[in-house]
């Protein structure tokens, strides 16, 4: 099992420019998330699926968008890439239920300049 | 709507014990969670407590729960250079709520 992973390990963006971050999980999870982490303010949110086809949003969905159209794939789309969105991308994968333990990624840093 | 707070940094002496504290709103969640983040790695579970518990002990941590207080702590015990890292509560109301997290620093 490789568990979570995430696509791309690092990247820079020019102001402006899009891209896509994908997401896979091999656990055969139902529900999947993005987050940011900035230092000092933990991990935010940024949206949701609980399951295949579903997305929902966080704490902070602005800018971003997101699609769900295979179980194991969660993927988090920048249209437009602003400074403000420079931070490590984390995705986690859980199963439905009421433990959620979540199981993260190994994070994207990302860097808009 | 629901917060969690945490002091952003600890620094203690190897083989000392390290107490990471956390605040939270809400009452209603029926578990609190402590996640452990390693340099350059997402977050793994460390341990957890039921909601109608006031302790809970696993090996060298013990988590305290003050519902009260709505205060919840992480003690490790004799703690080592490889408790180095980013620990976080967080509070699954419906989805995970996340403290700032702490950064626990131990010197050799």
């Known amino acids: 099992n490789a568990g979570v992973t995430q696509t791309p390990k690092f990247r820079v963006l020019k102001t402006g420019q899009s891209m896509t971050l994908l997401c896979a999980q091999d656990m055969n999870h139902e529900y999947m998330y993005w987050y940011r982490q900035d230092p000092g303010m933990g991990l935010r949110l940024i949206h949701y699926?609980?399951?295949?086809?579903?997305?929902a949003k966080g704490e902070v969905p602005d800018g971003y968008n997101v699609s769900r159209l295979k179980k194991q794939n969660f993927l988090l789309g920048l249209e437009s890439a602003a400074p403000s969105q420079t931070s490590v991308y984390f995705c986690?994968?859980?199963?439905?239920?009421?433990?959620?333990?979540?199981?993260f990624g190994p994070g994207t840093r990302l860097t808009v300049t | 709507g629901e917060d969690v707070e945490q002091s952003l940094f600890l620094s203690v002496r190897e083989g000392d014990s390290s107490v990471i504290n956390c605040t939270y709103t809400d009452s209603s969640s029926t578990y609190l969670y402590w996640y452990k983040q390693e340099p350059g790695a997402g977050l793994q579970l460390l341990t957890y407590i039921f909601s109608n518990m006031d302790m809970k002990q696993d090996q060298r941590l013990t988590v305290l729960l003050n519902k009260k207080d709505k205060h919840l702590s992480l003690r490790i015990a004799d703690t080592q250079t490889g408790d180095s890292a980013i620990y976080f509560c967080?509070?699954?109301?419906?989805?995970?709520?996340f403290g700032q997290g702490t950064t626990l620093q131990v010197k050799p």
């Open positions: 699926s609980v399951g295949e086809g579903t997305t």
């Open positions: 986690a994968s859980s199963r439905s239920g009421e433990i959620h333990e979540q199981y």
């Open positions: 967080a509070d699954p109301l419906g989805k995970l709520i």
